[in-house]
């Protein structure tokens, strides 16, 4: 799960910046949204018969990434989002992806590391995250636009990133430390595994409990659906 004070702001201020700035400038009531769905995961853990992760300074895609890289064996991990941040993490021959909203599996277009550098030199728009032609600050700079990635200069960057200058290397250097799973602070990774180490709080009948409590009667009737089977 994610956590508050994300280590990749303080690394990148500009990270999920215009996130920010769009709730703010919102008439949802973030407070009170944010507040209903902090009650729902805090009753996950209390009492849910999984084991839930959530560190201090990560996002829930630092976990995921940090559990594939760790559990690196024949045991399988299947991932199951749409988001295609998680296919870089098939690089490893364990780990693979199905997209719960598309209902079908999530795959490279190329390979996980190519797929991974092209990113990382596209940048991530929806993250705050500009391509490495353009500078930190463009995409919250009204009227500002990034400098257009054209297929030859993606090519020149894939095959020469230095030959660009040292401003686009510095970038090459700023996305990767956003976007490349594996670039978590290790003392994060190191919180990570203890806590994903620590048998769940909850069991089934503990859920059951605050289903009947709050009057969940379609999630009862299929409450056998939320049991870990071996």
């Known amino acids: 799960m994610d956590h508050t004070n994300n280590w990749r702001r303080a690394a990148f201020p500009q990270y999920k910046a215009s996130r920010r700035k769009a709730r703010k400038e919102s008439d949802v009531d973030w407070q009170m949204v944010y507040g209903e769905l902090n009650k729902v995961r805090d009753e996950l853990i209390e009492s849910g018969p999984y084991r839930c992760v959530r560190i201090d300074g990560c996002e829930a895609d630092d976990v995921i990434g940090t559990i594939c890289e760790n559990h690196n064996n024949p045991s399988p991990i299947l991932i199951i989002s749409p988001d295609r941040d998680f296919v870089q993490l098939q690089k490893y021959p364990n780990v693979k992806q199905y997209s719960n909203l598309q209902k079908k599996w999530v795959e ?65 250097m700023r996305n990767r430390e956003m976007i490349d799973l594996s670039r978590t602070p290790t003392s994060l990774k ?30 009862l009737e299929c409450l056998p659906d939320f049991e870990i089977r071996n």
């Open 108 to 172: 490279p277009v190329v390979d996980a590391e190519y797929d991974l550098l092209e990113k990382v030199l596209k940048g991530d728009t929806g993250d705050g995250v500009p391509n490495v032609l353009s500078d930190d600050d463009v995409l919250i700079t009204e009227g500002a636009r990034q400098t257009p990635m054209s297929k030859k200069k993606m090519t020149a960057l894939m095959e020469n990133p230095e030959a660009l200058g040292t401003a686009v290397a510095r970038r090459i």
């Open 190 to 219: 190191t919180e990570i595994l203890q806590e994903f180490s620590t048998p769940a709080k909850g069991n089934i009948n503990k859920l059951m409990t605050v289903m009947v409590k709050n009057k969940m009667k379609l999630l």
